[in-house]
């Protein structure tokens, strides 16, 4: 059974109140800079306005889980030194509601031969704001994210080529590790190919960020659009997806983020069937 929630360009695990997010790139505007090409700074804002707007989704989606599964309080007689507990129990019950992790699968920056004076404050801004949000940060190595280590322990922050909680597995997707087809696994989140779709009507064709959820070797494949604001990535029905390992996406099914809901396209193969 389906446990989990797409929210914007995020995936969020109800049970285990984790938040999956793949591919930021922070400090692209530097690196396209240094290279003669000049865009205001926006990247930065722009995600953090994003992950705001996800917040707050779960938020509203915690506590309808909360009134949901409220047992009615029997009514009795309350003193005034009981007041203080009461105040304290409602603040654990709002801890409790917090996103316990915050995983993201890895191109945490962009360039790739170092770290950019952009890279570097974004990348603690960003965890400075994210540990606000989480007990834990869990960052997966991207194929993007060369020298990042010496960024990351300035938290304490370690880069995991992988991360295994209980039945899920979570990668980056540049390379297959052994460890995330052990069999207890039964779901892997990855990111790094950017899925997008291009829908065509006519000679008029618009591209969307996607996730993708289909199997390999008997479990459940989950890929999530890029958190990067700037390119909405690449066509998976057309592209060559340069993952570290074979999965047949023609056969995924589709699901593309709109504000307020999630649309399923059905498969990839089919897309080109649904306009014409």
Known sequence: MKNYKFLNKSVYLEKEKILVIADLHLGYEEYLKERGVFLPRFQYKKITE???????????????????????????????????????????????????????????????????????????????????????????????????????????????DFYIKDNLAFVHGNKLFPEILDKKVNKIFLGHIHPAISIRKGVKSEIYKCFLVGKFKGKEVIILPSFFPLVEGADVSVEDTNLGFKLDLREFEVFVPIPKEVLKLGKVKNIGKLVG
């Open 50 to 160: 994003d992950l705001e707007e996800i917040f707050g989704e779960i938020n509203k989606l915690e506590n309808r889980n909360s009134i949901n599964n409220k047992k009615p309080i029997k009514k009795e007689k309350t003193q005034c030194k009981n007041v203080k507990s009461l105040v304290i129990n409602n603040k654990d019950k709002l801890k409790a509601r917090k996103i316990k992790e915050i995983i993201i699968l890895g191109d945490l920056k962009h360039e790739f031969a170092g770290i950019l004076e952009q890279e570097w404050k974004e990348t603690l801004a960003l965890l400075d704001f994210l540990k606000k949000k989480t007990r834990k940060i869990i960052l997966i190595r991207g194929n993007h994210d060369n020298y990042l280590v010496n960024v990351v322990k300035k938290k304490g922050i370690k880069l995991k």
